[in-house]
Structure formats: C-alpha cells, structure tokens
C-alpha cells in the first residue's frame, strides 16, 4: 500500500508560470480540517499571525457558500472570538479568508477549473497545514485511502507550486503512529523520528493510516526539491482553556459522564493524564510550522522534521475529581476493573445516553496495560519554545477552573445532566 502511493508521488516541476509574479506580499496559508475542533482552532491561530495575509480552507462541500457556512458553524460550536461571521474574523485579523469546496480525493482537489482556485493556490500558497483527517477508530486501514489520496494530492501540490520554493507542508499526525514503539535505549523516551516499522502503529486503521501519512511525507520531502515538511505528532487533546469546550464524541469525555449514570468514576490516579489544551495544541502546531518558514534556510534546501505535540505535564486525576465535586456531581470512585464491570452490565446500554458504552474495550485495555507509559522526547517541540516563549506558560496542567468550564460547558449542551446534589 505504501508503495502504490509514494510511486504517485511528483518530482518538482519546474513551471513555465513561475516567473508569474505572486499578488500578495504577506503569507498564504492553505487549511484542510477547519470544520473540524482542531482546524476551526488551527485557523484563529493562523489569522492572527500579523505575517498572514490570507488563508484558503478546503472544505468539504457542495458549494462555496455551503463551504463557507460549514466553516462559521464550525467556529460558532467551539465558542471561537467574539466574532459573529467570517467577514468580522476578516476584519479583525486583517486576514482574507477563502473558503473552497473541494475533494481532496481528486487529483485538481475537486476546485472548479474555471474559477481559477487551483491556479491561484499554485501562485499564492507559502503554507500548506493537512489537518483534516476521519478519526474513527472502527475504520481499517482500507477506509483511508481517500484520504492518502488526498495527502499525495496536497503533496503534489507543492511540486506544481508556481513559486521560487514551495510552499512548507505541515502534517497533523498522532502519537497512534508510534504507539507500540519502544522508547530510545539511551533517552528511554520515544523520539522525535520517523518509525520504519509499521509494527510500531497502534493496531486501528487509524493509526496505521499515520504511520503511512508519515512515511509519504518523509518520501516527498526527499522528491519535491525545496520541500521543507513539518510532521506534528499529537497528543491527548482536551478542552480549550477558554471555553472549556471538549468534543462530547471523545472517550474521555464518554468516561466522565458515567459519574452520573453510574454513580462511579475508576481510580486512575496512577494514569498520567498528558492532555493538551485544544488551543494550545493549534498555537504550538502553528509556531512549529513557522520556525520552517523562510527566512531560516536557504531555498534550496529540503527539510523534514517530527515534533511532539504533547503535554509533559500531566492533569493529576485527583484534580478532575476536585473539579467534578465541585460542580456538585456526587459518585463514587472505585477500582477501575469494577467500574469496567458497572459499565458493561449496568442497566443503562443506550449508547446515545451512555456513549462509554461503545468504548468498553478500549477502557478495558487499561486494565491490562501496567500503567507503563513512556515519555515522549519533545526536544524539538521546545526549540519552538524558545522562538515563542509566550506559549512557555501555556504548557501547564489543566486547572480545576477550566475543568469546571467544561463541565458547565456540558452541562449547557445537555450533555450532562443538570443534577446539582
Ligand atoms: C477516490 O478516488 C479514487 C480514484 O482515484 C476512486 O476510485 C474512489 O472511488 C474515490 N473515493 C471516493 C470516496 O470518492
Ligand atoms: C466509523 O467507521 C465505521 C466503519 O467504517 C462506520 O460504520 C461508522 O459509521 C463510522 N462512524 C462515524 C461516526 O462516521
Ligand atoms: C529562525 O530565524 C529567527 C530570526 O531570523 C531566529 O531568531 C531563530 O533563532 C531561527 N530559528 C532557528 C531554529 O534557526
């Protein structure tokens, strides 16, 4: 499967338009993913960089105006500025923002050939950051190959790039693509690297999905001359530290519910909870991004390079459950092989009013794992830290306050109930 993609990857074309003069002087960034809670994240970051003078969102959809509706909505649900449309966006951010319908899987992205969208990315685009990804952990490995079409045809887009360099290529991947892989012997913790082993993915599709994602990058960046690549390998997210927004669908989220429905949560006080603020996770992906910009290295020269996106500093479990009791939810807590029990026989299997429920397995797993975690080297991530040492802070534990956020948050969606005992 790696094979039959990376043969369909280009080699750098060297265009007759290039000598097409760009019409912008500041930076254009592409987006896939802004419908998504990181994307909608990753584009308030990119607007407020004062570089930036305009950001194409590829969308899925049947119309710019759909795609564009898809992409407000998408700040609306995470609470994102004060805004209330694109246009306000736009205008306090001095940022142009273009929102495409496009099919990744096609070879010309689906834009249509005689609006000129595809000619005006070639021209104007410095920045590409692929954040758009499904993430389904019940997908085999052969449901993704729509979207490792759609990572060699944003690929090629850099080797068909009408500019002097091509535009820098940034790849949203996960720690699920080095899951099962054994820390380094000298650090013991896992690098910063490409893994040539598919054995080190995380069994789901998913997983195997990135670990190929990386693969290809790594390839292009040694095709596409001039390519400069950034791999952001990410790790648990969680809610923004603003809103407290945290996407119900996820696991965790699932798990915390359960104090309601089964009036117990597990003891995992000896689990490091490294969960990264969703904002957070979206300014470090930029930044890293930035730090492979231009002005560090000479046009000529390919770079390829995997930072961990991830937070060294663990969320104690102790602080979740302050923050739960002090919302005034009332449970219990008990070993986790007893709460796994609770779940798997307790009397509410709705999966709609218990979404744990469909995750018994994966919560399962833990009890057999020996709580063993290995560290991640995040060297790189902290060069980017020295850049910006602004987002130094933000790496921090997340507080009981912007728990408690969340959890009104939840609350406030009906996602929990309003029980206060
Ligand atoms: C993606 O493109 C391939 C051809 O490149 C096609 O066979 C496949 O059906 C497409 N998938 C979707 C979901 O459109
Ligand atoms: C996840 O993938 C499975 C298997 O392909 C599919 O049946 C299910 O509908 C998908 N779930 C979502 C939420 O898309
Ligand atoms: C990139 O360039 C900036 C300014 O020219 C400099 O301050 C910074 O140290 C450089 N970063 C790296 C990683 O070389």
């Keep these: 499967m790696l094979n039959r993609f990376s043969q369909r990857i280009e080699s750098r074309r060297e265009s007759a338009r290039r000598s097409r003069i760009a019409n912008l002087e500041g930076n254009c960034f592409v987006l896939t993913g802004a419908t998504g809670a990181l994307g909608a994240h990753l584009l308030i970051q990119i607007c407020n960089l004062p570089s930036v003078e305009k950001v194409i969102c590829l969308c899925r959809a049947k119309s710019l105006e ?113 899951a099962k892989i054994e820390p380094n012997s000298e650090t013991n913790k896992i690098m910063e690297r490409i893994s040539n082993d598919p054995r080190h993915a995380s069994h789901m599709g998913y997983g195997r999905s990135k670990w190929i994602a990386e693969t290809l990058c790594e390839k292009a960046s040694k095709r596409i001359k001039g390519l400069r690549c950034m791999i952001a390998r990410i790790g648990q997210l969680a809610c923004d530290t603003n809103a407290g927004v945290w996407n119900e669908k996820e696991a965790w989220p699932a798990l915390l519910k359960t104090a309601q429905i089964l009036g117990c949560l597990p003891d995992l006080r000896s689990k490091p909870l490294r969960w990264l603020p969703i904002d957070t996770a979206a300014c470090l992906i930029v930044a890293a991004t930035m730090t492979i910009s231009d002005r560090n290295y000479s046009l000529k020269e390919n770079i390829f390079k995997i930072v961990h996106v991830v937070n060294p500093h663990s969320t104690g479990w102790i602080n979740v459950i302050e923050a739960m009791r002090q919302s005034r939810i009332t449970f219990r807590i008990v070993p986790l092989e007893t709460w796994v029990k609770m779940l798997a026989n307790g009397k509410e299997q709705d999966p709609f009013v218990n979404p744990a429920i469909k995750l018994l397995s994966f919560y399962n797993s833990w009890t057999e794992n020996t709580g063993k975690e290995s560290e991640m080297d995040i060297r790189r991530l902290q060069d980017v830290l020295k850049e910006r040492p602004d987002l130094m802070d933000r790496l921090r534990p997340i507080s009981i306050v912007v728990l408690m956020k969340t959890i009104e948050a939840w609350r406030a969606s009906g996602f929990f109930a309003d029980q206060r005992d």
């Design 66 to 178: 759909e795609a564009e509706q898809r992409v407000e909505e998408s700040l609306r649900k995470r609470k994102l500025g004060t805004e209330k449309s694109l246009a306000d966006l736009e205008v306090s951010t001095n940022t142009k923002i273009l929102c495409l319908a496009s099919d990744l899987n096609k070879t010309d992205l689906g834009l249509n050939p005689k609006q000129g969208f595809l000619d005006e990315i070639l021209n104007e685009a410095t920045h590409i950051v692929h954040n758009a990804w499904p993430v389904n952990f019940s997908m085999g490995i052969a449901a993704f190959e729509t979207s490792l079409n759609g990572l060699i045809n944003l690929l090629n887009l850099c080797a068909f790039s009408y500019r002097q360099s091509p535009p820098t290529f940034t790849f949203c991947s996960s720690i699920a693509s080095i």
